[in-house]
């Protein structure tokens, strides 16, 4: 019998899926299997452990979401900078719902030195995070477009921490990101263009 190959973004992607319906509990090898139609065996040939794949599968969004803000960091002017890590931050808004799951790859982490690594990494990523979107906040101070009063931290804080507001209207996600954008830029406060 010929084994099915199975795609890594297919598996990426499947993985993802799953891990947001059923959560690091109801999430197995055999639940993954037959949802992407292959043998638990095939899902073997590429990761020890569903520990292995949901880290695998944070590192890929992580990768994605660093070189995404990275090309954003070159950008001139602060503010379509900030606006865009918030996009980027809500396209892959996923990766928080994956850390959930970190307390338990934290204890496999003790048994398997690559889920150590990539864990490692991915810290190093969120702090890597963190520091492009000061300094983006540092640039915006600089070229008066935002608030000078407000700590750096506090601003970039906010922004970042974005990422675990949901988006219960599900509107489309650039818009999500928008608005997002817009309140965190303009404030709550009602506008002249709002009485329209």
Not at 138 to 157: C, I
Request: a negative charge.
């Amino acid at each position: 019998m010929v084994r099915k190959k199975v795609e890594r973004s297919d598996l990426m992607k499947a993985t993802e899926s799953l891990l947001r319906e059923k959560g690091y509990d109801g999430f197995s090898f055999s639940a993954l299997a037959l949802r992407i139609g292959v043998g638990r065996s095939t899902l073997y040939d590429h990761f020890s452990s569903k520990e292995e794949l949901i880290v695998a599968c944070m590192t890929d969004v992580m990768e994605k979401m660093m070189v995404e803000c990275e090309q954003l960091s070159q950008c001139e002017d602060a503010c379509s900078q900030i606006k865009g890590m918030v996009r980027t931050f809500h396209t892959y808004s996923q990766i928080h719902q994956l850390v959930q799951s970190m307390p338990a790859l934290k204890k496999a982490s003790a048994r398997s030195e690559r889920i150590a690594e990539a864990l490692e990494q991915l810290a190093k990523d969120h702090h890597r995070l963190m520091e492009l979107l000061t300094n983006a906040f540092e640039k915006a101070k600089e070229q008066g477009s935002v608030r000078q009063d407000a700590p750096t931290s506090l601003l970039a804080s906010m922004v970042f921490h974005s990422i675990l507001l949901p988006n219960v209207e599900n509107l489309p996600e650039e818009r999500w990101s928008e608005l997002i954008f817009d309140l965190l830029y303009q404030g709550i406060q009602r506008h002249e263009s709002d009485l329209d």
